[in-house]
């Protein structure tokens, strides 16, 4: 597993509670942390997590699970969000695969005490762009907004998890007793 | 997570090669453990992993491991057999959700140093029975032959994991090779 990280804007800056987003996959998984100030979200880091292709499918998930149990243990991490499952998928087998790496991810967040959030797609669309079916770069242009990055996330894992970690900054913002009891919990 | 082991046949017996198959899932994981002496396979132990359902979705993922590696940790394993994942489910969102327990056990396996092999439900019906289409109680009753048990295996979690244990002796019996190398590696 090779961790790429895209950005680490000034890592000795205090930070509390961290929000994780996760774009879970087999082969990549992006994830990307947030942090607020003054009511601004803020990016502290994202990137991707690279499973070898090489590997057989349980050398993989221990590529993912020590990849993510490393961010886990590096940044004071209070929450974890990733995308709900839906009820169709257009593959299947591919869904049940990415099962297998959500499944990981799960499994590394309870292991460091941390709940897991999830919201539907067409939801983490809603809260970012006021659109529930908004198409990718419309996406990316929001997620560049809110966080005040000067190019688009990329690559698409990645911006899908920081998509995600923002949706659940903004319905804790909407929902504050939502924050004080999930926000709070530490690992 | 409650452990039920069904059987535990002589455990001070000398025990090597132990082959351990699941059957995964959220709410119920099925394990079988069995063991060959002079060709013959035997039981060794057998049970469910039954994960609390008012728990969250990471929590029952963070029960299964933690059993799963219990398990791995109290007998000298050397193949764990799992089936293969299908084409086609009828229901997609179970599948995914079995995938988050497949994945689980996978790591488990692999943070154990075994190999997982994986066998299409069809073989193993065909390896027990002879017919690849083999209803369940044909199959109990052929791995109650296979094993010399008194009743045949039940709860069905337990029988299916049995019946992959098997499957994963009779393909190692027919490839000797795949035995040398696979059945010699140890955790």
Not at 73 to 79: K, Y
């Amino acid at each position: 597993m090779s961790s790429e990280s895209s950005t680490n804007l000034n890592p000795t800056a205090k930070t509390t509670g961290l929000i994780l987003g996760f774009d879970p996959g087999l082969s990549i998984t992006g994830y990307g942390i947030i942090r607020v100030r003054n009511q601004q979200p803020e990016l502290v880091e994202a990137g991707i997590l690279k499973m070898r292709r090489d590997r057989t499918l349980a050398e993989r998930l221990k590529e993912l699970h020590d990849g993510v149990t490393e961010i886990l243990g590096s940044f004071p991490i209070a929450a974890v969000a990733i995308e709900q499952l839906y009820s169709h998928y257009e593959r299947p087998r591919t869904a049940i695969l990415m099962g297998h790496a959500r499944g990981v991810l799960c499994l590394a967040a309870a292991n460091a005490n941390l709940e897991v959030h999830s919201y539907e797609a067409t939801k983490v669309k809603r809260m970012l762009t006021g659109n529930g079916r908004a198409p990718k770069d419309q996406m990316q242009q929001a997620i560049r907004l809110q966080l005040r990055l000067k190019e688009p996330p990329d690559p698409p894992d990645v911006a899908d998890a920081l998509a995600i970690a923002l949706c659940h900054y903004f319905t804790t913002k909407q929902h504050p007793q939502l924050s004080d009891q999930k926000l709070r919990k530490k690992p």
